[in-house]
């Protein structure tokens, strides 16, 4: 069957040789996977043009991974990360066309994994209190196929949870391969909230963060890929964000006085996540600091993040399992006859 409107269909008459046919057919092949997946259709011979991005001005796109990995074994200070980054962005409306390219993209990769089904995507969301996880996982999974993709928000341990080691609930809800996970707080909330407020001893906390490293080891040896995000913001942006809830009817319910009591333990958590960022962020599990007073940028960055990572995997789409051919001829016979209905 051959849509007409499918510019894939490239014929390769002009090829002679067997092994020019060969060829052609594979060319042929490929830009019929891109057009499935709604992407430019590479015209033979020629390179598919670079992706372009405002972001970096002038049509650079500006590799926003490298830009905001916590390298391995580097030291972090937070207070050197500016919260109100933007580059060379200034508004919404300069990144707006950008992320719906990327949400559009992360849908047909998702799609991707789900088919290839051997590998995952762990998305891990940190932050302090009002740092925008919850519109984190709004905005930028917004267009993702529910049935590919769990999150799991972790709270306050429950009385079952804590009669388990603390890695427990957090692997119960790893991905499944071919599919993607977001953590809202996750396992490292263990070395955070619990170091803060010393809900365990220093030397239960402090050996925490080797059984972190190795617990995400397993899952990348397990063909999980693992980004965690840093959401960053400012003491004066999170107070800001609390008067607007307090002002917003529809949001009132969530706030409670700790949200404010908390705010006197900022060093503290600062520290906790400058330690946890230091010793946890590795090659295959890598740590971004996301500037984060503002949520579009944030939404940009953390988007480019996943969907770069997503296209470096190379996915295919699996070869089919039944012959096509003996399968049309079997049951789509009556079609081309124009015997049905
Ligand atoms: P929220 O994200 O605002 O719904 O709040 C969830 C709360 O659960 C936060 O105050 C977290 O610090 C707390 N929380 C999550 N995981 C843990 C943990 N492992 N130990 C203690 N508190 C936790
Ligand atoms: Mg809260």
Not at 12 to 32: C, H, I, L
Not at 304 to 333: G, W
């Amino acid at each position: 069957m051959v849509r007409l409107a499918d510019p894939t269909h490239v014929a390769s008459e002009d090829a002679t040789t067997p092994d020019a046919r060969k060829t052609a057919g594979a060319a042929r092949r490929q830009q019929r996977l891109w057009y499935h997946l709604g992407l430019p259709v590479p015209i033979p011979g020629r390179m598919p043009a670079p992706r372009q991005s405002l972001a970096g001005g002038e049509g650079r796109r500006v590799d926003y991974r490298k830009k905001f990995v916590v390298e391995p074994d580097s030291k972090v200070d937070l207070a050197r990360v500016d919260p109100k980054f933007t580059g060379k962005l200034s508004s919404e409306a300069d990144a707006k066309a950008e992320l719906d390219a990327h949400c559009e993209r992360f849908t047909k990769l998702q799609y991707l994994l789900y088919a290839d089904g051997t590998q995952s995507l762990l998305v891990v969301l940190q932050g302090m209190d009002a740092s925008g996880k919850d519109g984190t996982v709004r905005h930028v999974f917004r267009d993702i196929d529910p049935q590919g993709i769990t999150v799991r928000s972790f709270k306050v341990p429950t009385p079952e949870e804590l009669a388990h080691d603390f890695l427990w609930r957090v692997h119960a809800a790893a991905p499944r391969r071919g599919s993607v996970a977001i953590f809202n707080r996750s396992h490292y909330e263990d070395v955070l909230v619990a170091r803060v407020h010393e809900l365990v001893p220093k030397e239960v906390w402090s050996k925490r963060y080797g059984r972190i490293v190795d617990f995400e080891k397993n899952l990348v040896q397990s063909d999980t890929h693992i980004l965690k995000f840093f959401l960053h913001i400012s003491p004066e942006e999170q107070l800001r964000r609390f008067k607007q809830r307090l002002e917003d009817p529809a949001r009132q319910w969530k706030i409670s006085e700790s949200d404010y009591t908390e705010r006197d333990y900022w060093d503290d958590y600062v520290r906790a996540y400058e330690a946890a960022l230091e010793k946890t962020s590795t090659e295959r599990a890598p740590w971004f600091i996301i500037p984060s007073d503002h949520k579009w940028f944030r939404d940009l960055v953390v988007s480019t993040i996943i969907v770069d990572t997503l296209e470096d995997l190379h996915m295919r789409l699996p070869q089919p399992h039944v012959n096509l051919a003996d399968i049309a001829r079997k049951y789509h016979a009556a079609d081309a006859k124009g015997s049905l209905g």
